[in-house]
């Protein structure tokens, strides 16, 4: 008699049937069915995610059942929170727990800092850890650094968060001698101090002598000790007395601008003096040679061109010029000193 040929599975292979009873294996079997169904995406909507959770299962055996066994897979899982945390994520549940935690988040933090702000303000702010250690300052010729610091009442150990850069530039500002500072904090413990001085150009004759910066303006007072190796400004007396203060500043400007175009230019004589009167506009005098310079109120730069020409055709020759008028139009009136005679206006 010929034995039967085992039957064939779907891939070709034989399926050997295990007459043994395995209780195990009936009391862990279930029909396997999708990760997914209708039913559950119909009526559990907002849960979703809940049917995507991968189960860790053993690979089936057979055709129509598989064996599950309850088995712990560490990795398995983790990976599983991890896809169903990132689906969470978007849904329209999780996006109103965030809202509402957040929003609980602020009253709490809110509340807090209004009954215990003022108090970790202070506390913050008098910390040894903002103390200026370390305090910059720009170089100065005219005043001591330390000078300047003490008559802002400005030093080591100080609270940054205690200090205000505005106010206190501008204190410093209020000093003769600074034109424009500021003040800058670099946490948590160094302040720089940026100043510029201003630079004396000419002395002010009044009933004492006074510094005057480029802007025109006097600003400080001339010490005993202090050098008045600078060209004098002399004639603005009788306005500043009569309380004519803008003309008498505007008149300073213009008798700058001239000092400066002659500078530019090159001319070869150092300024003594400068007179201002309103009638003539500003006169200049130098110390060698010994002439009188007037230039009017007006055209300044076209002046001083035709001054270095009239000092080109008389070079040498100097000496014999009394006064230099550039105030007659287009033309240039030279006035010749007389044999013998001395020049009445001289400064040591």
Known sequence: MKRPAPKRGRAGRSVLRDTRLDWAGLLAWRPSRPRWTRREAWTTRRLRWVGRLPRPTLPSVGRSFAFRVARP???????ALRAHGDSFRHTWAARRIGWAVAGVAG??????????????????????????????????THVRPGALLESVDLHPGMSLWRIDPEALAARLEAHPWIRRAGVRREFPRRLVVDVVERKPVAILYLDELYYVDTTGLAFVRVGDRDPIELPFVTGVEAAIVADERPFARHAIRQALRVLDLMQAAGLPFRVSEVHIERERGVSVFPVEPRVALTFGWSGFKTKVARLERVLRDFRGREGRIREIDLTVGTAVVVRLRQPGAKSKRARA
């Open 73 to 79: 897979d560490p990795v398995a899982w983790l990976t």
């Open 107 to 140: 009253l709490v933090a809110v509340g807090a800092f209004g009954v215990y702000g003022s108090r970790l303000a202070a506390a913050i702010a008098d910390h040894p850890y903002f103390a200026a250690t370390e305090i910059v300052i720009t170089p100065t």
